[in-house]
């Protein structure tokens, strides 16, 4: 492919250190593609080593605390936080984070019940107080799902010891098709989870009947006034059982994070990588519709310049070069 700005080279030889994932989804699979892209145009030794992880609060930890140089975190919307130690990252700031980019994905965070408990409202489920069991990921202070989950329900008046005195309670798992298959198989009565472009949530709404519940107004203002969190849409007929539009709240995006110290010339062959390679990593995800591709295609330089944090100067660097315009860190 021909490049907007030259190829860049690195003469000496680097070593970094990536967090990606549990190993088999997105995060690790873009760190992959990362690193082979790097080491293709640094010197002849160099080497780059993949950490798993949980692609959550651990991943920004690790890059803020300096046991990594990279690290992905989704969702992006979440690591504005950890700049001044607020939300999830209470009592810990970190400053020195910037981007070097962000990898799209179009998800939302969403709230199903299974229709025969005639729920189909937050409104109604406060009136109803069914004893629901709820089918979401664990608020462990690293799991953004659990958090989101919890913080949800809690400013909308239904916090997990409100839930208990109805006799329902939550079914906790680190992965959303762990969630997806209790629903399924009847373990729990309702799901609060994210990763809805996924085969396991389509399975889900075709093989049982769900209730989407919209995010009252009141719950969205309040989520973006305390957490920074926006909200967004989800088009009726998504999935099945989704028969208008309704707001829930994001849950989009892999942020691409280091620290003010990665050297300039790294952050931008990274960025550099991101923009002009990305028909490497895109081919992989070609055979899923746009819409129901984890990682949203076609890449949009444009897309990957929008940092939920101020850029890396390396990487900010690259993208004037490339005039590519709407970025943070100017």
Sequence with gaps: MAYSVPEPRIARSITLNFKGDWGQANLHRICGWLAQEIND?????????????????????AVGRGEVDVALAVPACFVPMATDGSGIFQGESFPHLRALGTMPQTDRLIFAVRAELGVSSFAELRAKRPALTIATSQDDGVNTIGFAAQRMMECAGIPRTELARWGGRYLESERPIDSTEAVRTGRASAIIHEAIMTPYWRALADEVELNFLPVEDEVLAKMKAQYRWPSARVAKGYLRGIEADFETLEFSDFAVLCRTDLPDDVGYLIAWCMCERREAIERGYRHLAAERSPLTWPLDPAKIAR?????????????REAGIERFSGE
């Design 41 to 61: 145009r640094c010197g002849r030794h160099s080497r780059t080593a993949i950490w798993t992880g949980r692609g959550g609060v651990d991943a920004v930890l």
């Design 307 to 319: 940092t939920p944090i101020a850029l890396h100067a390396g990487a900010a660097r690259y993208y």
